[in-house]
């Protein structure tokens, strides 16, 4: 619109006749043709730019596509566990109430042990947060002693805390507020470095999902922990759906405790998840800006939100797939309310609808937020849960603000990350920053130029695109062909769309199909069996690598003393609760591991259990090893 109104204004402009010899006259020219040149190439940028800014929004799209669609399948996994324990009404309600675990204990009762044998934290100051911080950053760590007393030390103080923290600007003048960090601990320290450490006059309030997904969450838990415990009126920290012992066995947190402590996991990550369950679950500063980490129902108050029984909860999980339609099952208010606070999206609908993207929690609208800020007399909300390209978002008219401080979650440059300073006047300063050699540069100039943001994040997402679809290639060419019943090898690419958009919707398939499928001589039309030609000899292997995920959850469920191999108590104990191995005993129990225990040490770990799959999916058709849910009683997610 500006390159239209800037030429309508030199058309318009007028110049008098001048001589031909006139000086006056050349000048003119040369200033005419030097505006137009200008113009042409302000044109020209603004077109690439454009450009380069869909390509690097397709392929973001392609990305919270499938982190959603990641969720959605834990949800499912959940389901499918619950579905096959309906014979046992106990073990049921302790899944969808308390805990997955067989035995319906409370993490907290059952960490006391572990708290009360662990040797006295030394008291904390500033100057032993200063060296944990110095060691942590040459990779060492705290020993699992340390990690225990540091544990029982913070379960202690949480339990003295209501459940929504009240926070003053009065006497520091403001509070900054960090989103997501997701085990990235280089931008905790970004934000230390930009921000300031905590400290009585520099306080802080994070808002949940500090562990998970990235590689460093022990580091990132144990910095936010310590700084708790040295300053616990100025450390303030909300919890997030993943700061759930059951989303941690999928998303990489236990894997990275085990990497980390080995054999003294289990009674870390028993202690972990009763710390979990006593964190706060919302902030509210100077009783004006409400900061939670997912969102808000019609039902929210801040009484109600007192009022929960927080520690009664080590697991949200399933909770949150009883909201998804189809689910059975009814929440309390008190459920719904916590499920809303630590699962839902804020979106442009009217009221509250299921949330089939995550197929869980729910998406409200700006008449909700609207009537819950009246009713409580909130100027501002703050969440976070969301990832956002440029580290924050504002939405409902300003009054809900999304923080994510996870910089290149998805890929290198995918996106900024964002913190923000919250004054007494209630309006935050954004603070956005990107995890590079060079950051202290990010927030004035990118890293890189939009091109090559652009690229780099489309090849990555493509990437993971391919992974998810690949072991599908036998079906997908399969549905195209009954599209070409002269056996052409050609079809359209609206019908090639539809038949991968039946695969993975959402996904802006005609845009990005060049990277997976070549186009036919015919215009319009693409040679449907060259779909990732080059990844079929590999079927095995992909396949695989699609169930791991699934393969892994599911080991870590089985090991129930997460000592990393299921024995055969274990096994007997796991097929016991399947339906079509209601009379297995200890025998079939037996049989299973002498098939699988390939260096007959008595137990199974990880890698063959994964083998023993791989070996079973050999012998199986391309469509029988395909991606598919284990069990989804709710529609899939658009």
């Known amino acids: 619109m500006g390159s239209c109104t800037s030429r309508n204004v030199v058309v318009e402009k007028k110049h008098k006749p001048l001589s031909a010899g006139n000086p006056a006259k050349k000048f003119a020219r040369s200033q005419s043709t030097e505006l137009q040149s200008a113009l042409i190439i302000q044109r020209w940028f603004r077109r690439r730019r454009a450009y380069y800014t869909l390509r690097h929004r397709v392929a973001w799209n392609i990305f919270q596509k499938l982190e959603y669609d990641d969720e959605a399948e834990q949800l499912r996994l959940q389901s499918f566990f619950e579905s096959i324990m309906h014979n046992d009404a106990a073990l049921r309600a302790a899944c969808a109430r308390k805990s997955f675990d067989a035995n319906p204990v409370h993490p907290g009762q059952a960490a006391e042990a572990d708290f009360a044998s662990a040797p006295p934290l030394p008291t904390p100051t500033p100057s032993s947060a200063l060296a944990l911080l110095e060691q942590l950053k040459r990779g060492e760590r705290p020993s699992s002693?340390?990690?225990?007393?540091?544990?029982?030390?913070?379960?202690?103080?949480?339990?003295?805390?209501?459940n929504l923290t009240h926070i003053s600007t009065a006497v520091t003048g403001q509070?900054?507020?960090?989103?997501?960090?997701?085990?990235?601990?280089?931008?905790?320290?970004?934000i230390f470095e930009k921000n300031g450490l905590p400290s009585e006059s520099n306080p802080y309030l994070f808002n949940g999902d500090f562990v998970d997904r990235g590689p460093q969450s022990v580091e990132v838990l144990l910095v936010l922990f310590y700084f708790m415990l040295v300053y616990p009126s100025a450390v303030s920290i909300n919890r997030g759906n993943h700061e759930d012992f059951l989303l941690s066995k999928r998303h990489g947190f236990e894997k990275e405790m085990q990497s980390k402590y080995g054999q003294h996991t289990p009674a870390l990550m028993r202690g972990l998840s009763a710390v979990f369950s006593m964190l706060p679950l919302a902030a509210l500063v100077d009783e004006k800006t409400l900061v939670l980490h997912a969102g808000i129902a019609p039902s929210l108050t801040i009484e109600a939100i007192e009022k929960i029984d927080r520690r009664q909860y080590p697991s949200v999980l399933t909770l949150a797939q009883m909201t998804s339609p189809g689910a059975s099952g009814q929440l309390s208010p008190e459920e719904d309310l916590l499920v809303a606070m630590l699962w839902n999206d804020p979106g442009t609908v009217a009221g509250c609808v299921p949330n089939v993207r995550r197929n869980g929690g729910s998406i409200w609208g700006p008449s909700v937020t609207k009537s819950v800020c009246a009713a409580n007399k909130l100027?501002?909300?703050?969440?976070?849960?969301?990832?956002?390209?440029?580290?924050?978002?504002?939405?409902?008219?300003?009054?809900?603000?999304?923080?994510?401080?996870a910089s290149n979650y998805y890929s290198p440059g995918s996106n900024l990350g964002a913190y923000a300073k919250l004054s007494s006047r209630h309006e935050p300063?954004?603070?956005?920053?990107?995890?590079?050699?060079?950051?202290?540069?990010?927030?004035?100039?990118r890293p890189s130029t939009l091109r090559i943001r652009a690229t780099t994040t489309e090849a990555a997402a493509v990437s993971s695109l391919v992974r998810t679809v690949a072991a599908s290639r036998a079906r997908i060419v399969a549905q195209c062909a009954a599209h070409d019943p002269a056996a052409t090898g050609m079809i359209s690419l609206s019908v090639w769309e539809s038949v991968l958009r039946g695969e993975v919707a959402g996904v802006p398939w005609?845009?990005?199909?060049?990277?997976?499928?070549?186009?036919?001589?015919?215009?319009?039309?693409?040679?449907?069996?060259?779909?990732?030609?080059?990844?079929?000899?590999?079927?095995?292997?992909?396949?695989?690598?699609?169930?791991?995920?699934?393969?892994?959850?599911i080991f870590r469920i089985v090991d129930?003393?997460?000592?990393?191999?299921?024995?055969?108590?274990?096994?007997?104990?796991?097929?016991?609760?399947?339906?079509?191995?209601?009379?297995?005993?200890?025998?079939?129990?037996?049989?299973?591991?002498?098939?699988?225990?390939?260096?007959?040490?008595?137990?199974?770990?990880?890698?063959?259990?994964?083998?023993?799959?791989?070996?079973?999916?050999q012998e199986m058709s391309p469509t029988m090893y395909a991606p598919t849910p284990l069990h989804d009683p709710a529609p899939a997610p658009a």
């Open 379 to 405: 100027k501002l909300i703050i969440r976070s849960h969301e990832c956002q390209a440029e580290g924050f978002r504002y939405t409902h008219s300003s009054q809900v603000l999304t923080l994510f401080s």
């Open 429 to 445: 300063v954004i603070i956005q920053f990107l995890n590079t050699p060079h950051h202290q540069a990010a927030i004035r100039a």
């Open 175 to 190: 509070v900054c507020v960090v989103g997501d960090l997701h085990g990235q601990f280089m931008d905790l320290l970004i």
């Open 560 to 617: 129930a003393d997460r000592s990393g191999a299921l024995t055969r108590e274990e096994v007997s104990r796991a097929l016991s609760i399947f339906n079509s191995f209601e009379r297995a005993n200890s025998e079939t129990a037996e049989r299973i591991l002498a098939l699988i225990d390939f260096d007959k040490n008595g137990s199974i770990d990880f890698n063959e259990f994964a083998e023993g799959f791989r070996l079973v999916q």
């Open 510 to 553: 005609r845009t990005i199909h060049p990277r997976f499928v070549k186009p036919a001589p015919q215009p319009g039309y693409v040679l449907y069996k060259t779909f990732l030609e080059n990844e079929e000899s590999a079927q095995v292997s992909v396949g695989l690598y699609q169930q791991l995920g699934k393969l892994e959850y």
């Open 145 to 162: 002693s340390t990690m225990m007393s540091l544990l029982a030390a913070v379960y202690k103080q949480l339990q003295s805390l209501p």
